[in-house]
């Protein structure tokens, strides 16, 4: 279902995944070296099929992310930075849409839920972030209005993860510990 990417091999296949899929969409590429935690999303026939990077946050105003909009000043971020994470490079290609979305967005839950993050901060492109409040009833805010950034218009927001791994009873599309057992996955 996933893979952490740990290696060359499969750092070059995360990013000729996001790659592909943001110049699809007419998106500036950006490729940054920090530390991460980047993975592999794939699906029943093991291909892979799209990505997911977490991020440290930092208050940093240097912080890429904090120069698009100010995370840095919202009070919730700025008096638990330790238990915020910034999500970056979500891709799924254009032919694995769809069924695999629930692949990404239950790695998302699984790992948030093992590091124990309550805030995410993230730059929402503006269908993928109205796809994520009506149709996955994922906790999410919209902090500021939209923002034109590399290409396209994204909306800065908050998802609060903590609110979905405590009731994941509510959240139907999240695969089961079980499936994401079978591939070792090993969170780090």
């Not at 440290?56 to 120069?67: A, E, F, G, V």
């Not at 839920?113 to 993928?128: A, D, T």
Request: charged letters at 25%; glycine letters at 4%; proline letters at 3%.
């Amino acid at each position: 279902m996933y893979l952490k990417v740990d290696s060359l091999a499969l750092l070059n296949s995360f990013n000729q995944i996001w790659m592909e899929c943001w110049l699809e969409k007419g998106y500036v590429l950006e490729n940054e070296s920090g530390v991460s935690n980047r993975y592999i999303i794939t699906d029943e026939k093991d291909q892979r099929v799209g990505t997911i990077e977490f991020k440290p946050y930092s208050l940093d105003l240097q912080n890429n992310i904090n120069t698009v909009f100010p995370f840095q000043e919202i009070e919730e971020i700025a008096v638990t930075p330790h238990s915020v994470i910034e999500i970056d490079k979500v891709a799924i290609l254009k032919q694995y849409r769809g069924k695999n979305l629930d692949r990404l967005l239950s790695l998302f839950v699984h790992y948030s839920e093992k590091h124990q993050i309550s805030h995410c901060v993230v730059l929402l492109e503006r269908m993928f972030y109205k796809a994520l409040r009506n149709v996955y009833k994922i906790p999410l805010q919209a902090v500021g209005e939209k923002i034109y950034y590399k290409g396209d218009y994204v909306i800065p927001a908050i998802i609060y993860p903590q609110k979905i791994y405590q009731n994941k009873k509510n959240y139907r599309w999240i695969l089961n510990d079980t499936q994401t057992q079978k591939r070792k996955l090993i969170f780090t």
